[in-house]
């Protein structure tokens, strides 16, 4: 049994913003960017070029100019992919386009104008929907996230405290792929619910104002739907089919030069750039096919999207475009990552547990099998129909005892395809006959005719009774059915008929297009030449063409070449800027941090190759870990504050006399007045260290408590200090 995995390439879409008002004021010149929606082309004008030069073609899945409606290009690109998610499919969906030319528009639209709401909100009535108008035996769960990729770092914007936390970390399980540790998935069971999500994370997310867009994205957001289905199959069991939708809105790339961005900002562009660079990377080794290497690692925008472009998944690229002048250099730029965007092939299957996928195998070849052998069989009925001419009348009856046989398992068609067939198998074996005359021969084929007339008549009136009973009953309410559910069967059938429409539209731009490339090359094939005059124009009008067509790769290579140009010129004036930024940096530590300081954070600095970023070291290593300061713990409702380390082993020791002189909380006061007496020779001799005191002349006080013994105590560093203080009182008084 073979298992050919089935390939796809990514769908590419362009859409075309209206000018605005400010570029409108700038000048009469108009826009440069012409579409044909018919054959998916977008034509695009130099407006630095002379005439002469020929206008650049492009040619797309499908185009949406400054007219087109949300809905439309929902229902026409956007749809599929979501049936698909449904069905257990991996699907994105992301926009990509400069600056300022409605990729969020594109996906998010206006939520409160139902016409003008984009392909999320869209997205979200259609999954909900859906759900809500499939089989009671069916059940889903629905999971949402939300993340924004920010100066490189993956935030949750689910989370309250985002902004404080470190950046999520990716990971890449052989099952699901990569995926963002610790995110937030929250469940959802309306389109209220997942609505409130999106609203929640767009408030936390990075947006900023430049002198191209006052409400620029700063960070490229992705918005995660899990759509999980169970459903009993043929054993009984129930059958778990999973599938991701990621809606991508990707940060328009920048110019510093237009944009005018400084400090934060240009941080911020530095970075989106890089991970735009990236991306065009990975998309332009994949569209090669002959490189080896594809670099999803580079960024951490391209890592999440490595299934996406060349992976599990099918995926819809909206590339927007800006009409103005100004911005061609952009406009073109983009034109060429879509283009490029279109050889890249995804494998795309459905995500379930592999015994269903290989028990659906199984089922697939077996219904091929099947067919395979009613096929055989039908042609050695026909055969023996044909070997058997002559006792067809005989067999007659048990032919129409098996057609009726037939017509119980098989729909009416089938069997008007039948009675075709065997009104032609009458027909050649009236004209084979040699025994029958041309007079009976006629007669017997106009019959013929004529039966095989009335049969198609009866069946176009049959096709045309069941249509217009179906129509007559779609207007009647039966008894015992909701009228809910017959308003959604209305609805869920005219969205069918949507889907057809848009279906179609689309075979016939395909078509249109092939109809296109087939007729320049049968063009050549099909002519002929009258007289060596004639060849030698035709063949001057080729060359021609094959000239301009010359040109158009010159031209194309140059304006590759001022791009680069143009691109390594504003990388380096970006990286000036950053290394001036970098220098006031250094010369604010130089002057206002101290020597003894920088050198400590230095010391403390490494570098984290995964990462790719500089991080601190701990202050203690990990392997002293267990030698750090714990934190005091808090006291629980109802018991004991905790005590101290040092209390806890003086409890475990019990009363000693050394922990009590040490630990001046643990003192009792005298209650007695102490006893003095001057020490004698004998006494003194006893105790050389008081010899060298300097109050040995002035006598010496010797205190001793209630609870002291008569005995002398070895004196410790405490009772040393009290007994200095005693004797520094008589000498006083003396």
């Known amino acids: 049994m073979s298992k050919n995995k089935s390939s796809e390439s990514v769908k590419v879409v362009v859409r075309c913003r209206p000018l605005s008002r400010k570029e409108e004021s700038n000048g009469p010149a108009g826009g440069i960017v012409q579409m044909d929606l018919r054959l ?203 599938g991701r939708l990621n809606l991508v809105d990707l940060a328009g790339s920048e110019r510093q030069a237009k944009t005018g961005v400084q400090g934060d900002r240009l941080k911020e562009a530095a970075k989106i750039n890089l991970s735009l660079s990236a991306l065009g990377n990975v998309i332009s080794a994949l569209a090669d096919g002959r490189s080896s290497h594809v670099p999803y690692r580079d960024s951490k925008l391209t890592r999440l999207l490595q299934d996406s472009l060349g992976g599990n998944a099918k995926t819809v690229m909206v590339a927007t475009l800006g009409p ?72 007659g009856d048990e032919e129409e005892e098996e057609v009726e046989e037939e017509e119980v398992e098989k729909e009416a068609e089938e069997f008007v395809k039948l009675e075709e067939q065997r009104l032609e198998l009458e027909n050649e074996a009236i004209r084979e006959d040699q025994f029958l005359l041309a007079e009976e021969k006629q007669k017997l084929l106009g019959e013929n005719e004529k039966m095989m007339g009335d049969l198609r008549k009866r069946q176009e009136a049959t096709e045309q009774l069941t249509a217009r009973y179906k129509a007559m009953e779609s207007k009647l309410l039966v008894g015992g059915k909701n009228i809910i559910d017959h308003t959604n069967e209305q609805q869920k059938m005219l969205e069918m008929k949507r889907q057809e429409i848009a279906e179609q539209t689309r075979r016939e731009r395909e078509m249109q297009q092939q109809m296109l490339i087939q007729d320049e090359e049968a063009v050549e094939l099909r002519e002929t030449f009258t007289s060596l005059q004639q060849e030698v124009e035709a063949k001057t009008k080729k060359l ?89 713990p808090a006291s629980a409702v109802g018991y004991k504050r905790p005590i101290s380390q040092y209390a806890r082993v003086a409890l475990s020791m019990g009363t000693h006399s050394r922990y009590r002189a040490e630990n001046i909380m643990l003192l009792e006061l005298d209650m007695t007045p102490p006893n003095t007496s001057a020490l004698t020779d004998g006494e003194q001799n006893q105790s050389p260290t008081l010899n060298n005191s300097p109050t040995h002349d002035k006598g010496i006080c010797k205190s001793r408590s209630w609870y002291q013994s008569q005995k002398s105590i070895t004196s410790s560093s405490s009772n040393n200090s009290l007994a200095g203080c005693q004797m520094a009182a008589p000498a006083a008084a003396m």
């Open 40 to 242: 998916g082309q977008v034509i695009l004008r130099n407006p630095r070029a002379p005439p002469s030069e020929p206008q650049k073609t492009f040619t797309f899945d499908a185009v949406y100019d400054s007219s087109s409606k949300q809905r439309d290009l929902y229902d026409e690109s956007v749809r599929p992919l979501i049936d698909s998610v449904l069905a257990g499919f991996n699907g994105t969906i992301f926009a990509y386009g400069q600056t300022g030319t409605g990729k969020t528009y594109t996906m998010q639209g206006l939520w409160l104008d139902p016409e003008k709401q984009g392909v999320i909100p869209n997205a979200f009535d259609h999954i909900f929907t859906h759900i809500s108008r499939s089989q009671s035996d069916k059940q889903y769960l629905v999971r949402a996230s939300y993340l924004e990729i920010y100066l490189e770092e993956i935030r949750d914007l689910l989370d309250p405290n985002h902004s404080n936390t470190r950046g999520l970390e990716l990971r890449e399980s052989p099952e699901t792929g990569v995926y963002v540790q610790d995110l937030t998935s929250c469940v959802c069971k309306s389109i209220k619910e997942i609505e409130e999500v999106m609203n929640v994370g767009n408030q936390a997310r990075a947006v900023g104002a430049t002198d191209m867009n006052e409400h620029s994205s700063r960070s490229h957001a992705l918005f995660l739907i899990t759509v999980e289905c169970s459903q009993p199959g043929p054993d009984g069991r129930k059958h778990i089919r999973v």
């Open 544 to 632: 021609k063409k094959l000239y301009a067509k010359l040109q158009c790769t010159k031209a194309e290579i140059k304006d590759v070449n001022d791009e680069h140009v143009r691109s390594r010129q504003e990388l380096e004036q970006t990286q000036n800027e950053l290394t001036r930024e970098l220098k006031f940096k250094y010369l604010i530590i130089e002057n206002f941090i101290p020597p003894e300081e920088k050198n400590k954070i230095m010391n403390r600095l490494m570098f984290d190759p995964e990462e790719d970023e500089w991080k601190f070291k701990p202050l203690v290593p990990d392997e002293s870990k267990s030698s750090q300061m714990k934190k005091r």
């Open 324 to 395: 103005a002048p100004q911005h061609y250099d952009e406009t073109l730029t983009t034109l060429r990552y879509a283009n490029r965007a279109k050889n890249i092939q995804n494998q795309p299957r459905v995500n379930e547990d592999p015994k269903d996928a290989l028990l659906r195998e199984f089922q697939k070849e077996i219904a091929r099998l099947r067919a395979q052998l009613n096929h055989r069989r039908f042609r050695t009925k026909q055969k023996k129909e044909q070997v058997d001419g002559e006792a067809w009348e005989r067999d």
